[in-house]
C-alpha cells in the first residue's frame, strides 16, 4: 500500500480482556516496528521484526504483550488480560531495510487503546 | 543506555517569527544519527530533519536547521519564518549505529509541544 495502514483506529476495551492491534506495512518495507506512546510520554519501543529473523522483544513490558508477523507482512499486537496501564497509543512503522539510519520510517497513525 | 531529553514541554512562536527548540542526549557511541520528528494532530510521525554523527556540517530543510553540538551531546532544532502549520508535536530521536542486522531502533525524547500562534 501506499502507507503504513493501523487497525483499528481507536479501540476501548474493559479491564482484562484481550485486544489485538494491526499493522499492514509498505509493501517491501522488510523491518517492522511497534510504538507505545502513553500520555505527556515519548514513544517507546516495544518490539522489531527484519525479514525471516528471530524478532526483537526486548522492549515488551510484560509477558501480557505479544506480537506476530504473518509472512514477513501484516503485523498483529496482541495483549492479554488488558490493564488501565496499557492505555496508549499504539504506534506501527516500517522501513526499507535493517539499516534505518536514513530516517527512512513510515509511521502509521496509530491505534489509541483506552481499557475502561 | 541511550537517553533523550527535551526541556521544554510547550513552546508558542508568532506566525513569520524563528523558533529554537532545546534536545540534549547521553551516549557513549561515536557513531549515530539524529533526528527530529514532527507529529501533528493526526498522530503520524513525519521526519523533518536528520543528522549522521560523523557530518560536522548542520542539516537543513528548507525552513528548518539543527545546531548539533557533538562534544556537548546538544541537537536543537531551529523553525524559521513559522507557519501555522507547523504547529505540532516534535520529537527528538537518536538511532546508534549498528551492523549485523541488529535492531536500529529509535530512543525518543518526552516531546515539545509547538503552537504557532496568527
Known amino acids: 500500500g501506499a502507507g503504513v495502514s493501523q487497525s483499528p483506529s481507536n479501540k476501548v476495551t474493559e479491564k482484562g480482556k484481550d485486544v489485538e492491534l494491526r499493522c499492514d506495512p509498505i509493501?517491501?518495507?522488510?523491518?517492522l516496528y511497534w510504538y507505545r506512546q502513553s500520555l505527556g510520554q515519548g514513544l517507546e519501543f516495544l518490539i522489531y521484526?527484519?525479514?525471516?529473523?528471530?524478532?526483537?522483544k526486548s522492549g515488551l513490558p510484560s509477558d501480557r504483550f505479544s506480537a506476530e508477523r504473518t509472512g514477513g507482512s501484516v503485523s498483529t499486537l496482541t495483549i492479554q488480560r488488558t490493564q488501565q496501564e496499557d492505555s496508549a497509543v499504539y504506534l506501527c512503522?516500517?522501513?526499507?531495510?535493517?539499516?534505518?539510519?536514513?530516517?527512512?520510517?513510515?509511521f502509521g497513525s496509530g491505534t489509541r487503546l483506552t481499557v475502561v | 543506555a541511550q537517553t533523550v531529553t527535551q526541556s521544554q514541554p510547550e513552546m508558542s512562536v508568532q506566525e513569520a517569527e524563528t523558533v529554537t527548540l532545546s534536545c540534549t542526549y547521553d551516549?557513549?557511541?561515536?557513531?549515530?544519527?539524529l533526528f527530529w520528528y514532527k507529529q501533528p494532530p493526526s498522530r503520524q510521525m513525519i521526519l523533518v530533519i536528520r543528522?549522521?554523527?560523523?557530518?560536522?556540517q548542520n542539516a537543513t530543510e528548507n525552513r528548518f536547521s539543527v545546531n548539533f553540538q557533538k562534544a556537548a551531546k546538544s541537537f536543537s532544532l531551529k523553525i524559521s519564518d513559522s507557519q501555522l502549520g507547523d504547529t505540532a508535536m516534535y520529537f527528538c530521536?537518536?538511532?546508534?549505529?549498528?551492523?549485523?542486522?541488529?535492531?536500529?531502533?529509535?530512543?525518543f525524547g518526552t516531546g515539545t509541544l509547538l503552537a504557532v500562534q496568527p
Open positions: 512503522a516500517s522501513s526499507f531495510s535493517s539499516y534505518g539510519f536514513d530516517g527512512g520510517y513510515t
Open positions: 509493501s517491501g518495507h522488510t523491518a
Open positions: 521484526f527484519q525479514g525471516n529473523s528471530a524478532p526483537d
Open positions: 551516549t557513549s557511541e561515536n557513531n549515530y544519527y
Open positions: 543528522q549522521e554523527a560523523y557530518k560536522q
Open positions: 530521536a537518536f538511532m546508534k549505529h549498528v551492523g549485523g542486522g541488529a535492531t536500529n531502533k529509535l530512543i
